[in-house]
């Protein structure tokens, strides 16, 4: 299958997995993870009609975007951020997935803050707050008991606006498990939907090539799909 025919796959999926929740498809977002993916290869992407792409390195994302390669769709942070690589992606994204320690949210609140005194059309960055719902020691994200005291601060900082939650859930080894993971997810979500921007649609980021169906029949509003959409990624190191 060609790009244009996985993507039109994957659409069909959404809106089957949207159909069985009871929920319309346009309610889900696909995200195309870009990750590896050459400037060439996100075009023609967005030329078979993918609307939005992430990126989970600073580095790819600083480059791609040197070649225009998102032009056309919406550009997302997806990753792991460091706060010394903030300035690299604040502003210059519509959303970052990943935001996981007050430490990281001032940065970025800080950054927007002189940026909007340099131009006013730059206001804003919104974020979402990773959850480490899995409980894994090797994963970034927020505990789920530390969440509500992590999003009360982070509502306060200026120039930044909280519109949801995103999640990376531990390797399931059944459709069941995911589903397990998504719906805790989902409970968090509308537990703390006090604390997200009410200018701005909100955001439920969860779900990626193996497990999309299962996290939008769970609530998720917005898939990562990488694998399913470009084929398995090529490490070139
Ligand atoms: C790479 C990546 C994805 C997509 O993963 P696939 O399994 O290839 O669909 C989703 N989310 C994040 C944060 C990623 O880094």
Do not use: W
Not at 1 to 9: F, P, R, S, Y
Not at 170 to 191: C, W
């Amino acid at each position: 299958m060609d790009l244009a025919e996985k993507l039109k796959e994957i659409e069909r999926q959404i809106a089957k997995a949207a159909q069985k929740a009871g929920r319309r498809a346009d309610e889900i977002t696909l995200l195309a993870a870009t990750k590896t993916q050459d400037a060439a290869t996100v075009r023609e992407a967005i030329a078979c009609g993918v609307k939005a792409a992430g990126e989970n390195r600073v580095q790819e994302l600083t480059e791609k975007l040197a070649q225009n390669a998102y032009e056309g769709a919406a550009l997302h942070f997806i990753g792991h951020l460091q706060t010394n690589k903030v300035r690299q992606v604040a502003g210059k994204v519509v959303l970052i997935h990943s935001v996981d320690s007050l430490k990281l949210a001032q940065e970025v609140s800080h950054t927007m803050q002189q940026l909007s005194g340099l131009a006013a059309s730059v206001q804003f960055q919104d974020i979402l707050v990773e959850v480490n719902i899995g409980g894994e020691l090797s994963k970034s994200g927020v505990e789920p008991q530390g969440l509500q005291a992590l999003l009360e601060e982070i509502a306060k900082l200026p120039s930044l606006r909280i519109a949801g939650l995103m999640c990376i859930p531990p390797r399931a080894e059944t459709p069941d498990e995911a589903r397990r993971y998504f719906a805790r997810m989902k409970v968090l979500f509308d537990q703390t939907e006090p604390y997200f921007s009410k200018q701005i649609p909100h955001v439920l980021s969860m779900g990626m090539s193996g497990d999309y169906q299962e996290a939008i029949l769970e609530g998720s509003t917005l898939v990562r799909v990488g694998t399913a959409l470009f084929g398995p990624r090529i490490y070139i190191q």
